[in-house]
């Protein structure tokens, strides 16, 4: 079993859709969460960052933690074409473990319908 | 642009041969990763630098090796290439001053491919 799971999709949706990504893990140590863009032959980029659980929104996106399901989420709300890429879960022990090591889910991939 | 840069973009070479991808970090970044991305595996962690000093290590064999230099960039070489190695190579930076939770900046990656 992989220390982060995640369907790897693809999903198609329409345009203006809300889109629900998810990840589930094993490692209770995981402290810092991170959900990255990866566009099509482009590297990784940090697009949301938690730490703990909780919520948090900047825009269209939410990303939300449940430590004790040991279950992450991303949302898209108004789902546009340009949103269409893979999405990456990521996770960290954090700092005083192994400096930065992050440890990725799969990666889903997204696409948006006009 | 993420402000990380990576030499070369691809490259094409055979089986038993060594090949050296380069990575220069955003202005100012301490910190070095080397990840590799394929299809079965997803993104793994090979190894971090933290100006100069390996810092932590992952599934990374034995016949890669890397190192930072002291202007900051670093090398990722790969020796004895088999067709498994074939991937994308991606280097990423953080400042890191100890206290890096994961942030990190990627280059567009190096796409090996080993015949």
């Known amino acids: 079993q992989k220390e982060v799971e995640q369907d790897p999709g693809p999903l198609s949706v329409p345009e203006g859709a809300i889109v629900s990504l998810n990840c589930t893990y094993s490692?209770?140590?995981?402290?810092?969460f991170m959900w990255y863009r990866q566009y099509s032959r482009k590297g990784p980029e940090l697009l949301m960052y938690t730490y703990s659980s909780g919520n948090k929104e900047d825009g269209r996106f939410t990303a939300q933690v449940d430590k004790s399901s040991k279950y992450i989420s991303l949302f898209i709300r108004d789902s546009q074409p340009s949103d269409s890429a893979t999405y990456l879960c990521a996770m960290s022990e954090g700092p005083d473990n192994q400096g930065g090591k992050l440890i990725f889910g799969q990666g889903t991939e997204l696409s948006v319908k006009p | 642009d993420s402000g990380v840069t990576q030499t070369p973009k691809h490259l094409i070479t055979a089986t038993g041969q060594r090949v050296t991808l380069r990575c220069s970090p955003r202005s100012g970044d301490l910190s070095v990763y080397w990840y590799q991305q394929s299809l079965d595996q997803g993104l793994q962690f090979l190894i971090q630098y933290y100006n100069g000093e390996e810092r932590a290590k992952g599934n990374i064999l034995e016949r890669f090796s890397a190192q930072q230099f002291p202007d900051l960039h670093s090398e990722l070489n790969l020796s004895s290439l088999e067709l498994g190695d074939s991937a994308l190579y991606f280097c990423?930076?953080?400042?890191?001053?100890?206290?890096?939770?994961?942030?990190?900046?990627f280059g567009e990656g190096s796409r090996l491919t080993v015949l």
């Open positions: 990423a930076s953080s400042l890191n001053r100890g206290k890096n939770t994961g942030e990190l900046f």
């Open positions: 490692n209770s140590a995981f402290q810092y």
